[in-house]
Each structure stands twice: as C-alpha cells, then as structure tokens.
C-alpha cells in the first residue's frame, strides 16, 4: 500500500491499510487513520493527524510551519477528520502558539485545487472551497460554507454556516450565516436559498430567513437595532438563533 520511492519516517503513525503514492514524503509526528488515500508527491509534515477514508490528491503540503515570523519551531497541529477530498497543491500549515495551537478542518470537506487554509484557521464540516480560496490565519469557517472561487479571506474573519461568496470575493469583515457575498469589497446579496433547499430547510424557515436579511440589510435599522428585532424573532423561528448569537459575537463587524 505504500509504493516503493515514498518516504515515510518509522515513527509515523499510518494505519494497515493506508494507501501512499510514489515520491510522496511523511514525517516523524504523522497520524493518518484507515482508509486515507495520499497520492503522489504529497508533503505531510508536523505533528498532522489525519482522520479516515480522505483523499489527499498530489502535491499538496500539509502540516509544514506557519507563515508567522513569530513561530518558533513550538510543537503546534494540523487536524484533518474523516471524508475530506483535499485536490491538488492545497496547503494546510500548523497551528500557533497565539491561537489554540492548532488548525482544524472537520469533516465531509471539498476542498478543490490551489486552496490555502493558514496558521490557526478552524474549518468545520460539509465545506466546498473552490479552486484558489485562501484563509489568511485564524479564520473560523462554519459548517456547509461555499467559497468561490480565488475568495481571499482576511485574517481573523469568521464566516458564519450556510453563507457563501462569489468569484473572486474579497472578505475582510464577518459574514453572517445564511448570507450570500460577493465582490471587492465584499456586498451582501440576499440569503444561500438554494443550499438551504438542498439541506431539507422548510419554506417557512426559509422565508424567516429572508426576512431576518431584510431587516439587517434593508431596513435601514442601525447594527445595534437590527439586532434586537432579531432577537425578538427567535422564539417563533429557531433558525435565527444561529444568527443572533453570531452577531453578538462578531469582533470585526460585518459585511453589511
């Protein structure tokens, strides 16, 4: 299962069934569970673990050193779960000590060809980044996200489930969830309706979640009253819980 020019340190960690490509090189602190496919002229490096049944397609680098000059060789991670397709010449770099220590990227993941996710990002579960995305560090993607396209997030955004961008979208403020942007700057343009569809929403929730953007969007309300109307709607629509709690965290105001 690992072909014959790939170098994969002893102390490496892979399991019985893990599949290695040719010229591909693992080192000394990897972790990779059952059913992971690395193809060739992989690069994985770092303390990295990797869950099972990936797919890890040729000359992608993952778990080397942060781009921080700060870095100082610590013994920061990469986690990657289970079901990810990770395409070609994707990098994924190591945690930092200024953050958590480590960078994540959860479950059921798409990620197309050119991707960069840096030092510290959090990436959850059911994500598609398209070809060319980048995440500066510590970004926190939610679940069910869509980047188009050379999307290049800012360092520290966060980027709220279900909501999407356009090609080429510049993102240096928060996107709430459920919310749809694009452009440089980024604009908001209306609600993810097609994926909620897609992801067994009801009509009724869907149309709360439309009229939640209108009254974030639309209204002419301030932040700080939009807000609190929103607040006033989640008892009668749950769904807008997520929203409200991600407004009142949000630490670099929102595209708005």
Request: hydrophobic residues 40%.
């Amino acid at each position: 299962m690992i072909h014959q020019t790939a170098i994969v340190h002893p102390n490496a960690k892979l399991a019985s069934d893990v599949e290695v490509g040719a010229y591909t090189l693992i080192g000394e602190h990897v972790e990779i569970a059952d059913g992971t496919v690395v193809g060739p002229h992989v690069v994985i490096n770092g303390h990295t673990r990797i869950g099972k049944n990936n797919r890890i397609f040729q000359f992608s680098s993952l778990g080397e050193i942060p781009q921080d000059k700060k870095y100082a060789n610590e013994p920061t991670r990469l986690e990657i779960g289970d079901n990810n397709t990770i395409r070609e010449f994707c990098t994924f770099n190591l945690g930092t000590v200024q953050d958590g220590g480590v960078t994540r990227l959860g479950d059921d993941n798409w990620i197309m060809a050119y991707v960069h996710i840096a030092h510290d990002c959090q990436v959850g579960s059911h994500t598609i980044m398209a070809n060319g995305a980048t995440l500066g560090g510590h970004v926190h993607v939610g679940d069910w996200v869509f980047l188009g396209g050379l999307s290049g997030v800012h360092q520290f955004v966060r980027i709220g489930a279900h909501a999407m961008t356009g090609f080429q979208t510049r993102l240096a403020q928060d996107l709430p969830p459920y919310v749809t942007v694009a452009g440089n700057p980024a604009e908001a343009h209306g609600i993810n309706s097609e994926g909620l569809k897609r992801r067994g929403f009801s009509g009724a929730a869907i149309m709360a979640i439309k009229n939640a953007y209108k009254t974030l969007y639309k209204s002419g309300l301030s932040f700080d009253q939009a807000k609190l109307v929103l607040q006033g709607q989640v008892g009668e629509h749950a769904e807008l819980q997520l929203l409200v709690d991600f407004l009142s965290t949000s630490q670099r105001g929102i595209v708005r």
